[in-house]
């Protein structure tokens, strides 16, 4: 993990640095609310970056910012959730301005065989179709009628030579697995992108739920600052 934060910081200048800090995400009164909140403690360092938040490592959680309240309700509604192929979320809190907070687990990165099924799976998806309803209830390769098994078989040829293709057969049960489970409990998740996977304990998880759709009201408790 250390190494993973020293070479990821080698590519950053000390003025990207300084933007992608959480002292440019939260205010200092902030920080210290959502340090008492959560009992977590700087140094807060930088993971990564998207279009709606940030993500801190603390210690041996993440602290992630965000402002896609779809993100928030997702993640509220499975904490304290361990599922093997879905990140664990701890603790999710709201913040002024529209900022809410999600602490969860550290994962490590994922697999080539890992990116490889996501961005397959992210094509199909977006495609739309009967392969595609299959990942929110699945029920194995096995249930798959030929034409469902045919076009897995295709799209795990065309992965690139030193692939392993049997892990990916397997990663693709992991992560239809875990959008199955979500769709069960009220969350339509289906930004499945090789940056929203990650390992965990040698299979593919699901992390960072941003832009689902969840049905019925989620209460998230306000971080006192």
Do not use: C
């Amino acid at each position: 993990m250390k190494l993973l934060l020293e070479n990821w910081k080698r590519f950053l200048t000390e003025e990207d640095q300084e933007r992608f800090s959480i002292e440019n995400r939260l205010s200092t009164d902030e920080i210290e609310g959502v340090s008492r909140w959560a009992g977590i403690a700087g140094p807060f360092n930088h993971l990564g970056t998207g279009t709606m938040g940030a993500a801190y490592l603390t210690g041996d959680k993440v602290l992630k910012i965000t402002r896609d309240i779809s993100e928030a309700k997702a993640a509220a509604t499975i904490i304290g959730v361990d599922h093997p192929n879905i990140y664990k979320v701890f603790a999710v809190g709201s913040l002024p301005e529209n900022k809410w907070a999600i602490i969860t687990e550290y994962l490590p990165p994922a697999t080539p065989e890992m990116r490889f099924t996501a961005t397959d799976m992210y094509t199909t998806i977006r495609a739309g179709g009967g392969l595609a309803d299959r990942f929110f209830n699945w029920e194995g390769h096995d249930s798959l009628d030929p034409k469902e098994q045919k076009m897995i078989s295709a799209s795990i040829s065309w992965a690139p030579p030193g692939l392993d293709k049997e892990m990916i057969k397997r990663h693709f049960h992991e992560i239809a697995t875990a959008l199955t489970f979500l769709h069960k409990s009220d969350i339509r998740f289906t930004d499945i992108k090789p940056s929203n996977i990650l390992g965990k304990n040698g299979a593919a998880a699901v992390i960072d739920l941003g832009r689902s759709f969840v049905r019925g009201i989620v209460e998230i408790p306000e971080i006192r600052i």
